[in-house]
């Protein structure tokens, strides 16, 4: 095999998702291939690669049909199980996130309490390191799910035992057991339903990431609601009690959904980080020996086949990326706690019903379920080209326009008698930020299942939520910084980090988008030149 075949052969992942397997002599379809232009083939190549297609492919555009196995298995049957899983299991973390910051400033004040939900997610979007590395590693995606969401259950019960004395060692204790347990399963549930398509699917699979991140927030609007009530009128034991029974529920749809049509379950295939770290040593051992044109990785090529060192290359590509989003998160994640806290401080009632301070939350997932179809229906089907890094772009800006409000009202706030500014002003900003996380957090989701090699989905995917995790230490350290101050002080500097982020990403998309550009016409011109040599 020459090294233009073996470069054309490989499975190569496009911003858009489209897995090219390696048994088809093809090229990845993405969002740059119209710059890819009829001139680079002369007519004996594009008859070529025309008949190598198929009669129906379109060469200008390069989007390669990938073939579907007739006598597969419809695994995708099984999808409303883990939907329904996911559904109940956001209710159970949302449940505990709604009333967690009220209880804690109740205890110890506001930096405390701020500080103390920071660090739980901060833990909670940590360990899917662990999970991932577990499910590749070892038990593959259903037994780590399923694994973990026992912890998980445990320190639900574990949390809410604790608060019937305010036994605060094992109150954290069991936020630890909780945290360790969300996060193992975080990295796994998403790229498991992703496991359920074949993978000439790529349409229903974009589909079921929208679907996916709707149950999230059909299940959270529910917690935010049901949670606050059971708090005013039973206590915050009963409260958090109740995420316990419902996560409870989740275990079971899942292993029923098993039982009954069994799931797409992919084995482990070995310690896939560990891999990355030790092809990495080897090649940066070995990069005097590469030229200067190409990828330092590229000395791993005395150790390593073309194909590792190329799904390796694929990690590396994404992670300035991921690198850009820490303080999107440390930002957003302040929608409970920040966001509770100002609207503690507000006039709650609309009409004859007055609101809880945490209830208030519902609003974001109640807008994000809202706003889900109609982002999908009316930009995303009416720009094809608006791709992952491109939504992610806009999602920092709007993210800047929620701060901008939040600051301003804070200062409104701060100039007027307590509890007398009426809520509904704090609706524009959750409505900003959530436009925000539409765009840049499914986006994201769906840019690491498609970057990511077929061995590490759940990985990459840990790695996207390392970034959340990195962003809620951020956010406890901004916290506990700025509590001694005004609180319109700690908006305006939140602010001013939103601004600088979004700048520095439009940077690093343009930067991914051109390396997928020139990866892509590398590929092309692969493709010609063994099209000559056969």
């Given at each position: 095999?020459?090294?233009?075949?073996a470069?054309?052969?490989?499975?190569?992942?496009?911003?858009?998702?489209?897995d090219?397997?390696?048994?088809?002599?093809?090229?990845?379809?993405?969002?740059?291939?119209?710059?890819?232009?009829?001139?680079?083939?002369?007519a004996k190549?594009?008859?070529?690669?025309e008949?190598?297609f198929?009669?129906?492919?379109?060469?200008?555009?390069?989007?390669v049909?990938?073939?579907?196995?007739?006598?597969?298995?419809?695994?995708?049957?099984?999808?409303?199980?883990?939907?329904?899983?996911?559904?109940?299991?956001?209710?159970?973390y949302?449940?505990?996130?709604a009333?967690?910051?009220?209880?804690?400033?109740?205890?110890?004040?506001?930096?405390?309490?701020?500080?103390?939900v920071?660090?739980?997610?901060?833990?909670?979007?940590f360990?899917?390191?662990?999970?991932?590395?577990?499910?590749?590693?070892?038990?593959g995606?259903?037994?780590?799910?399923?694994?973990?969401?026992?912890?998980?259950?445990?320190?639900?019960?574990?949390?809410?035992?604790?608060?019937?004395?305010?036994?605060?060692?094992?109150?954290?204790?069991?936020?630890?057991l909780?945290?360790?347990?969300?996060?193992?399963?975080?990295?796994?549930?998403?790229?498991?339903?992703?496991d359920?398509?074949?993978?000439?699917?790529?349409?229903?699979?974009?589909?079921?990431?929208?679907?996916?991140?709707?149950?999230?927030?059909?299940?959270?609007?529910?917690?935010?609601?049901?949670?606050?009530?059971?708090?005013?009128?039973?206590?915050?034991p009963?409260?958090?009690?109740?995420?316990?029974?419902?996560?409870?529920v989740?275990?079971?749809?899942?292993?029923?959904?098993?039982?009954?049509?069994?799931?797409?379950?992919?084995?482990a295939?070995?310690?896939v980080?560990?891999?990355?770290?030790?092809?990495?040593?080897?090649?940066f051992?070995?990069?005097?020996?590469?030229?200067?044109?190409?990828?330092w990785?590229?000395?791993?090529?005395?150790?390593?086949t073309?194909?590792?060192?190329?799904?390796?290359?694929?990690?590396?590509?994404i992670?300035?990326?991921?690198?850009?989003?820490?303080?999107?998160?440390?930002?957003f994640?302040?929608?409970?706690?920040?966001?509770?806290?100002?609207?503690?401080?507000?006039?709650?009632?609309?009409?004859?019903?007055?609101?809880?301070?945490?209830?208030t939350?519902?609003?974001?997932?109640?807008?994000?379920?809202?706003?889900?179809?109609?982002?999908e229906?009316?930009?995303?089907?009416r720009?094809?080209?608006?791709?992952?890094?491109?939504?992610?772009?806009?999602?920092?800006f709007?993210?800047v326009?929620?701060y901008g409000?939040?600051?301003?009202?804070?200062?409104?706030i701060?100039?007027?008698?307590?509890?007398?500014?009426?809520?509904?002003?704090?609706?524009?900003?959750?409505?900003?930020i959530?436009?925000?996380?539409?765009?840049?957090?499914?986006?994201?989701?769906?840019?690491?299942?498609?970057?990511?090699?077929?061995?590490?989905?759940?990985?990459?995917t840990?790695?996207?939520?390392?970034?959340i995790?990195?962003?809620?230490?951020?956010?406890?350290?901004?916290?506990?910084?700025?509590d001694?101050?005004?609180?319109?002080?700690?908006?305006?500097?939140?602010?001013?980090?939103?601004?600088?982020?979004?700048?520095a990403?439009?940077?690093?998309?343009?930067?991914?988008?051109?390396?997928?550009?020139?990866?892509n016409?590398?590929?092309?011109?692969?493709?010609?030149?063994?099209s000559?040599?056969?």
């Amino acid at each position: 095999m020459t090294d233009a075949t073996a470069i054309i052969t490989r499975s190569f992942h496009s911003e858009d998702g489209k897995d090219i397997h390696r048994r088809f002599l093809s090229m990845p379809a993405t969002e740059h291939n119209r710059d890819l232009k009829v001139p680079l083939m002369d007519a004996k190549s594009r008859s070529f690669v025309e008949t190598s297609f198929s009669n129906d492919a379109k060469l200008d555009s390069l989007k390669v049909p990938i073939l579907a196995n007739p006598t597969a298995r419809d695994y995708a049957r099984t999808v409303p199980f883990i939907l329904g899983n996911e559904a109940c299991e956001r209710f159970a973390y949302y449940g505990l996130m709604a009333p967690l910051a009220l209880y804690y400033k109740e205890l110890h004040g506001k930096g405390f309490a701020g500080s103390v939900v920071q660090y739980f997610q901060m833990l909670a979007y940590f360990s899917p390191l662990l999970g991932g590395y577990v499910a590749d590693s070892y038990l593959g995606k259903y037994k780590t799910i399923l694994s973990f969401s026992c912890i998980y259950v445990i320190g639900l019960f574990v949390f809410a035992g604790s608060c019937f004395n305010n036994i605060e060692g094992l109150g954290f204790f069991g936020l630890a057991l909780i945290g360790l347990g969300t996060g193992g399963i975080k990295p796994c549930v998403s790229a498991f339903g992703g496991d359920q398509f074949q993978p000439h699917e790529d349409d229903r699979k974009e589909k079921f990431f929208q679907y996916f991140y709707f149950t999230i927030n059909f299940g959270s609007v529910f917690s935010y609601i049901i949670i606050p009530m059971i708090r005013e009128n039973a206590g915050y034991p009963y409260a958090f009690g109740t995420p316990a029974i419902f996560f409870a529920v989740a275990i079971v749809v899942f292993v029923i959904g098993e039982k009954t049509l069994g799931y797409n379950k992919t084995p482990a295939q070995g310690s896939v980080l560990a891999h990355v770290y030790r092809l990495s040593v080897t090649a940066f051992k070995n990069r005097k020996t590469v030229p200067k044109e190409n990828s330092w990785l590229e000395g791993a090529l005395t150790k390593y086949t073309r194909d590792e060192v190329e799904e390796v290359k694929s990690v590396y590509r994404i992670l300035p990326v991921f690198l850009s989003l820490p303080v999107f998160w440390a930002l957003f994640n302040n929608l409970g706690t920040y966001f509770v806290f100002q609207a503690d401080k507000m006039d709650r009632h609309l009409g004859v019903w007055e609101i809880t301070a945490d209830q208030t939350g519902v609003v974001n997932p109640i807008c994000v379920m809202i706003f889900i179809p109609i982002f999908e229906k009316f930009i995303y089907t009416r720009f094809p080209n608006f791709k992952h890094t491109s939504r992610m772009v806009l999602g920092m800006f709007f993210c800047v326009l929620s701060y901008g409000v939040a600051t301003l009202l804070e200062i409104y706030i701060s100039n007027e008698p307590e509890n007398s500014v009426a809520y509904p002003l704090q609706i524009p900003q959750v409505l900003l930020i959530t436009f925000a996380e539409i765009l840049i957090s499914i986006s994201g989701l769906e840019f690491s299942y498609a970057q990511a090699p077929p061995s590490m989905k759940s990985s990459i995917t840990a790695l996207f939520l390392l970034t959340i995790s990195v962003g809620s230490l951020l956010g406890g350290v901004l916290s506990q910084i700025l509590d001694p101050y005004a609180s319109w002080i700690f908006y305006a500097v939140c602010t001013g980090l939103c601004v600088i982020n979004a700048i520095a990403f439009i940077f690093v998309a343009a930067w991914f988008r051109k390396s997928d550009r020139l990866r892509n016409e590398a590929v092309a011109q692969a493709l010609l030149k063994d099209s000559t040599l056969n």
